[in-house]
């Protein structure tokens, strides 16, 4: 049976009710093509905190990949499509640092020089944010609906820590989380080599990122690596497989939310 796909479940407009805030979900790539249960755990948590939430089903990608090959005319033309998806929301809220970023931090960069494309770009990244500061900064949520009893680390994602600031609201909210014993890796905020383009174009560097990375999970020897960026987790998931690791890697919203039915990345599901 197929995986469920956020951006074809849930009504595609706002509902209007003013006593709530209302949310278009950016579901992002990664999660719609690879972990639905990514997006699915992100509607739950934003309900959770009272918001009106909805996946405008005209979003494609944020344009990121384009943009950092050079490929601005591209990037462009799919921030303009983004923006124009999801006008008439209060917010506008993404499952990962990287593409947040780019829709708050790069797109007026992408109409710089020309007015009103420009302050509609500025408009428009007013209302952005990363999910889980979302929930914290904005939300002001102090309990979610997940659990999960054991042993759990985390993985600073470059882009929500360098460009958004995110650090302190994962970890305020998995401090809350029934059962969670939350460590700290060793150098928790270097990168794990993934850098989007950048694991294609330096393979090597890359690789031997991503290896000082598993080295410092072993050490810390976690149940869980959690990370609000799907794409760190399916890199150091996919290298933690190869050596043989049994560390599972979920993105936190799963954990947060109780979405748990998925197996782990890079691990197949248990046989009964």
Same mark, same amino acid.
């Given at each position: 049976?197929?995986?469920?796909?956020?951006?074809?479940?849930?009504?595609?407009?706002?509902?209007?009710?003013?006593?709530?805030?209302?949310?278009?979900?950016?579901?992002?790539?990664?999660?719609?093509?690879?972990?639905?249960?990514?997006?699915?755990?992100?509607?739950?948590?934003?309900?959770?905190?009272?918001?009106?939430?909805?996946?405008?089903?005209?979003?494609?990608?944020?344009?990121?990949?384009?943009?950092?090959?050079?490929?601005?005319?591209?990037?462009?033309?799919?921030?303009?499509? +983004?923006?124009?998806? /999801?006008? @008439?929301?209060?917010? =506008?809220?993404? &499952?990962?640092? #990287?593409? $947040?970023?780019?829709? !708050?931090?790069?797109?007026?960069?992408?109409?710089?020089?020309?007015?009103?494309?420009?302050?509609?770009?500025?408009?428009?990244?007013?209302?952005?944010?990363?999910?889980?500061?979302?929930?914290?900064?904005?939300?002001?949520?102090?309990?979610?609906?997940?659990?999960?009893?054991?042993?759990?680390?985390?993985?600073?994602?470059?882009?929500?820590?360098?460009?958004?600031?995110?650090?302190?609201?994962?970890?305020?909210?998995?401090?809350?989380?029934?059962?969670?014993?939350?460590?700290?890796?060793?150098?928790?905020? +270097?990168?794990?080599? /993934?850098? @989007?383009?950048?694991? =294609?174009?330096? &393979?090597?560097? #890359?690789? $031997?990122?991503?290896? !000082?990375?598993?080295?410092?999970?072993?050490?810390?020897?976690?149940?869980?690596?959690?990370?609000?960026?799907?794409?760190?987790?399916?890199?150091?998931?996919?290298?933690?497989?190869?050596?043989?690791?049994?560390?599972?890697?979920?993105?936190?919203?799963?954990?947060?939310?109780?979405?748990?039915?998925?197996?782990?990345?890079?691990?197949?599901?248990?046989?009964?």
């Amino acid at each position: 049976m197929p995986a469920r796909s956020p951006k074809k479940a849930g009504p595609q407009m706002p509902t209007g009710d003013s006593k709530q805030p209302r949310v278009g979900l950016f579901v992002t790539c990664l999660v719609d093509i690879v972990r639905p249960s990514v997006g699915f755990a992100a509607v739950r948590l934003l309900q959770a905190a009272g918001c009106d939430v909805a996946v405008p089903a005209a979003q494609t990608c944020c344009g990121q990949p384009a943009y950092n090959s050079g490929d601005r005319e591209a990037a462009r033309s799919l921030a303009e499509q +983004t923006i124009a998806a /999801f006008d @008439g929301f209060d917010y =506008v809220v993404a &499952p990962s640092g #990287s593409c $947040a970023a780019m829709l !708050k931090c790069h797109f007026p960069r992408l109409m710089a020089g020309e007015a009103e494309a420009e302050a509609r770009a500025r408009a428009f990244a007013e209302r952005v944010y990363e999910l889980v500061s979302f929930l914290v900064d904005v939300c002001k949520l102090t309990s979610v609906p997940g659990a999960f009893a054991g042993r759990v680390a985390y993985h600073d994602g470059c882009s929500g820590l360098r460009e958004l600031g995110i650090k302190r609201q994962p970890r305020q909210l998995l401090a809350g989380v029934p059962g969670v014993e939350l460590i700290e890796l060793a150098e928790p905020e +270097t990168c794990c080599g /993934f850098g @989007g383009l950048f694991c =294609v174009k330096y &393979p090597d560097i #890359s690789n $031997a990122m991503v290896c !000082k990375k598993t080295a410092a999970v072993a050490a810390a020897r976690p149940e869980l690596l959690l990370s609000g960026e799907l794409g760190c987790l399916l890199n150091i998931a996919g290298k933690l497989a190869r050596e043989g690791s049994r560390v599972g890697c979920r993105h936190i919203a799963e954990v947060l939310a109780g979405e748990t039915g998925e197996p782990p990345i890079a691990q197949a599901a248990q046989r009964a």
